[in-house]
């Protein structure tokens, strides 16, 4: 490696004195002192037994044998420079490949807006996402075809294999038309909710029990679930498009591009929320990338967005 050092330096010289022309000039441009170059550039001829350049009173002019080599140097000492700085990208999380999974509520409410924050700070990286149930996210993950994924941590009900840290609380509520029912109403009733029916995504059953003394109801038998899916842009179109009830996080774009409102009547609105945490295999260490990202998705979460 100190050889590879010193022939780099030595290339850098080798470059200075094509570029400059005189002696003089390269040893200053180089840091050093005439001397000091001159030593460096017959080391090289020395070295390679080739003279490189004709000494005159022009200054130094490239012999045939020099204006091939130092092509080659140049060619050498920037793929050199872009080594280390690619190195330094890595380091910072700005170079490589990251991917990772998503449950649907962070697939819909913090991917977009994280996916273009990090072509903003980290346009190198080339991103592959996976959405998917967790039992589906588990199995990538075991698989390492994801390095971490994001969803709600009580929908684990074996963390021992896991390293986790949480990313953003993702609060949420029942979703109606405009124009609906129940909209005007000042308490919504669980026999309210049983009459139009309620839209979710898929979930454990210890978060359908949380959901069902969220909304009122004595057990999750008694949730009125109309439609379950991994979508929560589907549950809000069904919602837009007939009576439905959607539970749907509140910062859901097409929630709002649809015009749903809130159903204020019911009353623990605003208690139901996503506790997404990112999730990875216990004792691996994760790429610079990887933590870029989770930096990233907590500040797109801490936006607002």
């Not at 009580?154 to 109606?176: C, E, F, H, K, N």
Request: hydrophobic residues 50%; contains cysteine; neutral net charge.
């Amino acid at each position: 490696m100190r050889f590879l050092h010193m022939n780099l330096r030595q290339l850098s010289h080798l470059i200075a004195l094509a570029d400059e022309g005189r002696f003089v000039a390269a040893a200053e441009r180089v840091h050093l002192s005439q001397a000091a170059f001159s030593r460096s550039i017959q080391a090289l001829e020395a070295h390679w037994g080739l003279r490189l350049f004709e000494r005159g009173p022009l200054g130094a002019v490239l012999t045939p044998a020099g204006r091939t080599l130092v092509e080659r140097a140049r060619r050498l000492v920037f793929d050199a420079d872009c080594l280390e700085r690619d190195a330094e990208l890595l380091r910072g999380g700005l170079l490589g490949e990251l991917a990772f999974g998503a449950g649907p509520v962070p697939a819909a409410v913090l991917v977009p807006p994280l996916l273009a924050e990090l072509r903003r700070q980290a346009p190198q990286v080339v991103a592959r996402v996976r959405y998917g149930n967790v039992p589906s996210l588990l199995t990538l993950l075991a698989d390492e075809a994801i390095e971490f994924f994001v969803a709600d941590r009580r929908m684990l009900t074996d963390a021992s294999r896991l390293d986790m840290t949480p990313v953003a609380q993702i609060r949420g509520g029942v979703y109606v038309r405009d124009g609906h029912p129940l909209l005007d109403s000042t308490h919504a009733t669980t026999a309210d909710l049983t009459r139009f029916g309620l839209g979710v995504v898929s979930t454990s059953p210890q978060l359908f029990v949380y959901i069902a003394q969220g909304l009122g109801f004595a057990s999750p038998g008694e949730l009125p679930v109309v439609v379950e899916c991994d979508d929560v842009t589907t549950l809000a179109r069904l919602a837009a498009d007939g009576d439905m009830l959607a539970l749907l996080p509140r910062a859901l774009p097409t929630a709002i591009e649809l015009g749903l409102q809130p159903l204020r009547g019911v009353k623990t609105f605003g208690d139901l929320y996503v506790d997404a945490h990112a999730v990875w295999l216990r004792g691996r260490t994760l790429a610079p990338a990887a933590e870029t990202a989770i930096r990233l998705f907590r500040a797109v979460a801490g936006s607002g967005s």
